[in-house]
């Protein structure tokens, strides 16, 4: 069974510009989150989704949000890039929203300049 | 103070030595999760509990509900065990609650 995916794997982008990254969780996987890591701040939680809902959502600015499709897939927006969104965005998927364990995507390295 | 702390941020052992991370927590939680992170970033899912203890190989996870407190041990470690070891716990705040993430051990294992 093929792993989480994401894509892109690496992406460079001006201030102000505008970004998605997209995530195709492991087949039959119905929940989405995404993840934030930087060195100074950490993993820090983004959003979840399941059945194409938002169902929980972290203390992050409204230049980021997300969808969730039909087929599970997710994509994340980040709008009037500044400086300090460069990280590395992870996804990981879960069965359902019963808390079971999660799986990583490889992540995308998103960096500002 | 942050809800996870973990310790140490730092650990270097020899090939085949036992290493212990301690990871404490201060908020009532459903579950905890042990990952592990290699350079590149890809994070692997070592271990999900919320009671008493698990093994797979030569990893060993246990918590402690009532102190608060979880321990992530590695027997006869190997230099491919170097890695950022995190721990994250899910607060049993009903159906919103999110994954809270500790800052991680780095673990370099030598020859």
């Known amino acids: 069974k093929a792993g989480v995916t994401q894509t892109p794997r690496y992406l460079i982008k001006t201030r102000g510009q505008q970004v998605t990254l997209s995530c195709s969780p492991i087949s039959g996987h119905r929940s989405v989150s995404w993840y934030q890591q930087t060195p100074g701040q950490g993993l820090q939680f983004l959003f979840e989704y399941f059945s194409e809902t938002q169902r929980n959502k972290g203390n992050f600015p409204g230049r980021f949000s997300g969808r969730q499709f039909s087929n599970s897939r997710s994509e994340m927006n980040v709008s009037t890039l500044e400086l300090g969104d460069s990280a590395l965005y992870l996804c990981?998927?879960?069965?359902?929203?019963?808390?079971?364990?999660?799986?990583f995507g490889p992540g995308t390295r998103l960096t500002v300049l | 103070k942050n809800e996870v702390e973990q310790s140490p941020q730092n650990l270097t052992a020899q090939e085949g030595e036992f290493i212990t991370i301690n990871c404490s927590y201060s908020?009532?939680?459903?579950?905890l999760h042990w990952l592990q992170q290699h350079p590149g970033g890809g994070i692997v899912s070592l271990f999900m509990?919320?009671?008493g203890k698990k093994k797979h190989g030569r990893l060993i996870a246990t918590i402690n509900i009532q102190e608060k407190h979880s321990s992530l041990h590695i027997t006869a470690s190997h230099p491919r065990d170097s890695a950022v070891y995190i721990c994250a716990v899910r607060p049993n705040t009903g159906t919103a609650s999110k994954l809270t993430f500790g800052t991680g051990t780095r673990l370099q294992v030598t020859l």
């Open positions: 990981a998927s879960s069965l359902d929203r019963n808390y079971n364990e999660q799986f």
């Open positions: 509990l919320s009671s």
């Open positions: 908020v009532g939680i459903s579950a």
